[in-house]
């Protein structure tokens, strides 16, 4: 996830999520053809994370194998992505985990780029341990008992401390700021990527060792690595609004599609399938789970995902494509 780079985060749902993210900024290698005169072309902004990939895997083989466009992906961090898409250097974003600050300014503001509805996905950002080790320390799902458990939570990167692993250091989440407001003897340690993050929790679970993450959802590595989440305090309206004094739960985000204005208006029937299309977290992680556990290509993945679920699809299409 997923995942908000505003203090008012989501990412990374951040899984996010996310699978929610993280990647270099890469809007200078938009697509040749981008804007393209006249060319059957549409070029997608992909994130880091596999949720993010599937989408956008299942759209791009839509928009080659049954509307006949030539598909391009540029992968670009998320809030560089809002920028690429202003600039119409990518023509769509499948999945925002909610940034208002790039909403205010390119939506209401310049009005370079236009909401696309809803995925149909919700995407949720907390804190999780392992549900073998909630099942024997029930207490531990409160956030206020994890100071009982911080010594077996340590691992020689926390420096004495319970260890509390995060993702990519460019997901921006509240973590830090929830452990000093909440006085929480645990430190924050970054995997350095999604995928380092899961070689991790997988390796915990092989040894049944007990972990603290920072995860999101949908992700289909609750499939192979069931998970119980810790109860933060209860999200509000606003208690995420200052980055420094955050001490409440992530809130849980209808994720959502962007366009670029002019490719919203002009794109013909690309732009209407991009708006239309809509899925579920259970089509997501279905495909999540073939490209990121199986090791299916993206397209593979989207090829079968597309044959089982042709009912789903094909009311994305505009008629007549």
């Known amino acids: 996830m997923r995942v908000r780079t505003t203090s008012a985060v989501a990412g990374a749902s951040a899984l996010l999520l996310l699978t929610g993210c993280g990647a270099a900024d890469m809007t200078k290698q938009a697509s040749p053809f981008a804007n393209a005169r006249g060319a059957r072309t549409v070029t997608l902004s992909v994130q880091s994370w596999v949720g993010a990939q599937s989408n956008v895997a299942v759209a791009q083989y839509l928009l080659e194998h049954e509307m006949g466009y030539r598909v391009d992906t540029v992968q670009v961090d998320e809030v560089p992505a809002w920028d690429a898409l202003s600039q119409g250097r990518v ?95 645990y430190q924050v340690v970054f995997a350095g990527s999604e995928a380092a993050q899961i070689t991790q929790m997988k390796q915990f679970a092989k040894e049944r060792k007990p972990f603290l993450t920072y995860w999101y959802s949908p992700q289909w590595l609750f499939e192979k690595v069931p998970m119980t989440e810790v109860k933060l305090p209860a999200y509000q309206d606003g208690c995420d609004a200052d980055a420094a004094k955050v001490a409440c739960a992530y809130p849980h985000t209808p994720l959502r599609k962007y366009l670029n204005a002019d490719f919203a208006r002009t794109g013909g029937k690309a732009a209407a399938f991009l708006k239309k299309f809509k899925w579920t977290t259970a089509d997501q992680n279905e495909v999540s789970l073939m490209i990121a556990n199986d090791k299916l290509t993206p397209e593979e993945a989207a090829k079968k995902w597309a044959e089982r679920h042709a009912s789903t699809w094909r009311a994305w299409l505009p008629s007549h494509s």
Not at 116 to 142: E, S
């Open 91 to 185: 023509d769509a974003i499948l999945e925002d985990w909610g940034h208002p600050d790039q909403e205010k300014r390119y939506v209401e503001g310049k009005k370079t780029i236009a909401p696309g509805g809803d995925l149909g996905v919700t995407g949720h950002i907390g804190w999780y341990v392992p549900t073998y080790f909630a099942k024997q320390h029930p207490d531990v799902t409160n956030w206020k008992n994890l100071d009982k458990y911080a010594d077996r939570l340590r691992t020689p990167e926390s420096g004495g401390k319970g260890q509390l692993l995060d993702g990519s250091p460019s997901y921006v989440t509240n973590d830090k700021a929830l452990v000093n407001n909440l006085h929480l003897n």
